[in-house]
C-alpha cells in the first residue's frame, strides 16, 4: 500500500493531516496499536518538523506485511549539525513556532527512539530527507 | 476517576465529544510542549495544558489521549472543537491556572505520569 502527501510551508491549520490519514489506514489494516504510535508519532514529529523548520515537502509512506517505511522529504535550509540536532533539548525552533506548540528539541529524539531505522540525509541550502522504518511483528 | 467528576473537581466545562463516563483516569501530564507529550504512553491519562489550537488535537490524537484539559481560561475555536469532535476527544475547559488544576487532581488522587 501506498500513499502521498503534500506538506506545505507553515500551514500549522492542516499540519498533521498525513500522520493522521497513516493512523486511520493503519487501524483499517488491522495493524498493532504499539506499532501504530510508533508509527504515527515519528511520522507526526518528521511531518511538523518539514512545516515548523523548511519549506514544506513530501510524504511517501510504504506499508507492506513486514514493515512501514516512511519518507519525509522536504525543500529547506537542511540541518548544519545532525549530531546536535539529535540531541534532546537543542531546538532553533522560531517563536512562531513556539506558539504553535513545538520547539521542545524533542522531536528528533522520539523518531528515533519510535523507529527501528532512521536515516537522515541532509543538505545545508536544499533540502532535508528522512526516512524511516518501522518492523511489524 | 471519571471524566464528569474531573470536570467538577477543576470548575470545568466539558466540550468537544462527549465524556465517555466508563473512561477511568488515573494518570495526568502537564505541558503546552507537544513533543514532550509524545515522549509517553497516555493510557489512562489526562493532558492538562495551557495549548489551545489544532496541534493540541493533533498531538492528542497521535498520543492515543481521550481527555484533555484546557487551563488558564484559553477558547478552543469552532475549528479546535470540531477536530475533537471528530477525534473523540472530551476536552475539559477551565478558568483555573494549570498549577492549580494540578494540585487539585494531585490531591484528588490522580497520579503523575512519573
Ligand atoms: N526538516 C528539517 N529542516 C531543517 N532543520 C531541521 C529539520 N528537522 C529538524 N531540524 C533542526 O533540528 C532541530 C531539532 O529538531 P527536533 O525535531 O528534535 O526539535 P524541534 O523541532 O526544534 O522541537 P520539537 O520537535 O520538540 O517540537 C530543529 O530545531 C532544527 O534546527
Ligand atoms: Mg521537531
Redo the contacts with the bound molecule.
Sequence with gaps: MHYTFDIERGNFADAGQASSSVKRALKHLGVDPVSIKRTVVALF?AE???I???YGGRIDVDIDDGKIVMVVA?Q????PNIDL?MQEG????SPQVREMG????????NIKKNTDELKIETEVGVG?TVTMTVYLA | MKISEIAKLIDGELVGAPADDTYEVRKAFASD???DVLRFSMEETVLITGLCNNQTMRTSEMSDLRVVVIGRDKQPDEEMLELAEELDITLIKSRYSIFKISGILYGAGIEPLY
Excluded: K, V
Design positions: 514529529e511538523i518538523n518539514a515548523a523548520h523548511a522536504d529547506g535550509p537542511g540541518i540536532a537543542w531546538s532553533t525552533a513545538y520547539g521542545a528539541g524533542m522531536g528528533l529524539p532535508t | 510542549l507537544m513533543s
